[in-house]
C-alpha cells in the first residue's frame, strides 16, 4: 500500500507543480476568490489539504528514508486542514498574502513540488 500512495503523492505532486508553473495567475485569482469567500473559502483550502493528508496518513505510515518525507508532506496536510477549520483567522491570513504581482512565488512553488514528485517517483523507480 505504501508504494500505492508514494504513486498517488508523485501523481499530486507533479501535476500541481506544473499547473503552478504553466498557470500561476489562475491560481492567484483561484486564490483571491477563496479570500473573497471569507471563512468559507478558507475551509474550501482545509478541505483540499485535509484530503490529500488524510489519505496518505491512513495508508503511508513510513517513518525512514525517503518514504519519511511522503508521511511527514501527509501529516502536513492534515494538520493545515486542522488549523483551517478550527482558526479560519490563520487561513484568512495566508490568503491575504496572496499577491498578483508576485505570480514568481507560484513558479516556485512548482519546481519544488516537481523537485517533491521527482525524488518520490525515482525511490518508486529504484526500490
Given amino acids: 500500500m505504501e508504494e500505492a500512495i508514494q504513486l498517488f503523492v508523485v501523481i499530486h505532486m507533479a501535476t500541481m507543480g506544473i499547473s503552478h508553473i504553466l498557470r500561476p495567475?489562475?491560481?492567484i485569482d483561484f486564490f483571491v476568490r477563496l479570500r473573497e469567500w471569507g471563512e468559507p473559502g478558507v475551509f474550501a483550502v482545509g478541505?483540499?489539504?485535509l484530503m490529500f493528508g488524510s489519505i496518505v496518513v491512513a495508508f503511508h505510515n513510513v517513518w525512514q528514508g525517503l518514504p519519511l518525507l511522503v508521511t511527514v508532506l501527509g501529516w502536513l496536510h492534515v494538520a493545515k486542514g486542522l488549523v483551517y477549520f478550527a482558526a479560519p483567522a490563520v487561513g484568512l491570513k495566508?490568503?491575504?498574502q496572496v499577491?498578483?504581482?508576485q505570480s514568481g512565488?507560484?513558479?516556485v512553488v512548482g519546481v519544488l513540488l516537481?523537485?517533491?514528485a521527482g525524488a518520490v517517483g525515482?525511490?518508486?523507480l529504484t526500490s
Avoid: K, N, Q, T
Fill in 25 to 27: 495567475r489562475v491560481w
Fill in 47 to 49: 478541505f483540499l489539504s
Fill in 114 to 116: 516537481l523537485a517533491i
Fill in 122 to 124: 525515482y525511490h518508486l
Fill in 99 to 101: 499577491d498578483p504581482e
Fill in 105 to 107: 512565488r507560484y513558479v
Fill in 94 to 96: 495566508g490568503l491575504a
